[in-house]
């Protein structure tokens, strides 16, 4: 059962291009989250999707940032115009549908997007 | 707000001991879970070890376990008869069960010495 899938694992972008993350969540799971880490820090939550849905963008930043889960093919973070600031590791989570909180977001290998 | 603490921003521990990293969290929320991942220097996060807030027994996995201390709002993580390749940044992090975000800490990087 092959992990929580993402690519590419690494991604450089000069500022102004767009960059495109995309994640495959595990087998069975329904659930797919993304978060940002940044250099020496823990991860921040960005968003939380289901199929053909966003049900929580609570973290992403209101401009150039989008996210989507298609009901086909993988969920795609997409960050348009990038800058500097948005050098960072990218994560990819899913967990099994439910809701009784005992799910365990389980990531990806993540993407480290670097912005020249 | 919830918040997760890791005081603890390095450890250096020899090989074969017992370590302890410690978490608090804060949150006014009675339903939530608790967690530990690794991340080694490969950058990938590794589940560890779940606590619900009400499971009444403190979690373990093989040689991990977790100081569950309701009362005390701590969540520490116990790794027995450690290993070179513990050697790794270890994350504290809580999400309430209405929610669907993690918090995490900003991690504790534990160095096993040979």
């Known amino acids: 059962n092959a992990g929580v899938m993402q690519n590419p694992r690494h991604l450089v972008r000069r500022r102004g291009q767009e960059a495109r993350l995309r994640c495959s969540p595990m087998?069975?799971?329904?659930?797919v989250y993304w978060y940002r880490q940044l250099p020496e820090e823990g991860l921040k939550f960005m968003v939380y999707?289901?199929?053909?849905?966003?049900?929580?963008e609570s973290g992403m930043p209101k401009e150039r940032f989008s996210a989507e889960f298609p009901k086909e093919g993988p969920s795609i973070l997409r960050i348009q115009q990038v800058v500097r600031g948005d050098s960072a590791a990218y994560f990819c989570?899913?967990?099994?549908?439910?809701?009784?909180?005992?799910?365990?977001?389980?990531f990806g290998p993540g993407t480290r997007l670097l912005v020249l | 707000a919830q918040k997760i603490t890791q005081t603890q921003p390095g450890m250096f521990v020899q090989e074969k001991e017992a370590v302890t990293l410690d978490c608090t969290y804060d949150?006014?929320?009675?339903?939530?879970?608790l967690f530990w991942y690794k991340q080694p220097s490969s950058g990938e996060m590794i589940f560890l070890i779940y606590?619900?807030?009400?499971?009444?027994q403190n979690a373990t996995e093989g040689r991990y376990s977790l100081n569950f201390q309701k009362a005390r709002k701590s969540a520490n993580l116990v790794i027995s008869a450690s290993q070179l390749g513990d050697s790794a940044m270890y994350f504290c992090?809580?999400?309430?069960?209405?929610?669907?975000?993690?918090?995490f800490g900003k991690g504790t990087r534990l160095h096993i010495l040979p």
């Open positions: 606590q619900g807030s009400y499971d009444q």
């Open positions: 989570a899913s967990s099994p549908p439910g809701n009784t909180g005992r799910e365990t977001q389980y």
């Open positions: 999707l289901q199929k053909e849905n966003i049900i929580d």
């Open positions: 087998k069975g799971h329904s659930h």
């Open positions: 949150t006014s929320d009675p339903s939530y879970g």
């Open positions: 992090a809580m999400r309430l069960n209405r929610d669907d975000k993690i918090i």
